[in-house]
């Protein structure tokens, strides 16, 4: 219900921005409108993926999962907006891992006293989290040797080691799709919990509503980012804060629901699979495309985080989320710790100067 109340605010943006309104009333209107829309991508893709069979279904959920993120981060790289795009995949990483696990680890345990999920699932998906964030960490060290060491201008090496890294990334992501759908499948499911969706609507208006959400998420994402500098001056706040915080609420919304609605129902083991594995599409998939995107598009964009704390947050949302799922069960307490550990990030983020 609440998807078809939040559509009313589509048609308004379409209106602010031909009225030429103030760019900060066209900035917050437009990202009201992408939550609705970022839902009914999930909601469509859902419906193709019953349709489909497991293995395709999972595949179509697999690579589908963070489309509107993509888009939105795709449109702020075509305008230029660099370190917006490089502060949103740090912000969705730390979204999902801190965000989301937390709010469903609290919400779910104030219902539940103790809830438990697959343990040697969650290890594999942290484990390979793990290795997939130190890798995105990999250009950064490299650009620290560069200029400590070598002292050259790092500039183009840095953007040849990252169009190497974003090829390695990519084809670890579909090790992890084979590895997940074929040949470990049950180790790696939910032991039992799978999430059976049942379609309700036929291919060709699954496909329909597919189709005109992402055009929706691609129209409002550039009213979004056109208006993106008059809002940050109005507010006060900086491009970097937008970016990493601001962008990935936008963009996680439909998987918010969707984790804490499963952590509600005591299906912990599915707001787990929903968080660490949205994380590992970020730092598998979605950063490297952003990356061959930028260059084939003549926007360069490298993986260097040069900001010390991008570097330590993804290291704490590391150290935080092996420390919640080592155990295979969480309490409400778990669950606050993590979304305190986000706060004070987002306030260490909100007093940045950029």
């Known amino acids: 219900m609440l998807n078809y109340i939040l559509l009313i605010f589509v048609p308004i943006a379409f209106g602010l921005e031909l009225l030429h309104a103030p760019g900060v009333w066209i900035f917050l209107v437009s990202a009201l409108a992408l939550l609705p829309l970022a839902g009914w991508m999930g909601r469509a893709t859902e419906e193709l993926a019953a349709r489909a069979g497991s293995t395709v279904g999972g595949l179509l959920n697999a690579t589908f999962g963070n489309a509107a993120e993509l888009i939105i981060a795709g449109i702020a790289l075509s305008a230029g907006k660099i370190e917006v795009v490089k502060a949103s995949i740090t912000g969705s990483i730390l979204s999902n891992l801190l965000l989301v696990l937390g709010l469903s680890i609290f919400l779910g345990g104030l219902r539940f006293t103790t809830q438990k999920f697959n343990i040697q699932s969650a290890n594999i998906m942290t484990s390979l989290l793990t290795l997939s964030l130190l890798a995105l960490l990999l250009p950064a060290l490299f650009d620290l040797a560069e200029r400590s060491y070598f002292k050259v201008d790092p500039r183009l090496p840095d953007l040849s080691f990252s169009h190497a890294a974003a090829m390695v990334l990519i084809l670890v992501y579909l090790a992890n799709i084979y590895f997940s759908l074929r040949t470990h499948r049950d180790l790696v499911g939910s032991g039992g919990e799978e999430h059976h969706h049942e379609a309700n609507w036929s291919i060709a208006v699954s496909v329909g509503v597919l189709a005109m959400a992402t055009v929706g998420v691609a129209v409002m994402a550039e009213f979004l980012v056109s208006s993106l500098e008059a809002a940050t001056a109005t507010l006060g706040l900086s491009e970097f804060f937008v970016g990493i915080i601001l962008i990935p609420l936008v963009g996680n919304a439909a998987e918010h629901f969707a984790a804490v609605s499963f952590a509600l129902k005591n299906k912990m083991e599915l707001s787990v699979q929903i968080a660490i594995g949205s994380s590992l599409q970020i730092a598998l998939l979605v950063a490297p495309l952003l990356v061959l995107l930028g260059w084939t598009t003549g926007k360069p964009l490298d993986l260097v ?21 080592r155990d295979g069960e969480t309490n409400w307490l778990e669950g606050f710790l993590l979304l305190g550990v986000y706060a004070l990030l987002a306030l260490a983020f909100f007093f940045t100067p950029r």
Do not use: C, D, H, K
């Open 305 to 325: 985080l040069q900001n010390p704390l991008e570097l330590g947050a993804l290291f704490a949302s590391i150290i935080a989320t092996n420390a919640v799922v």
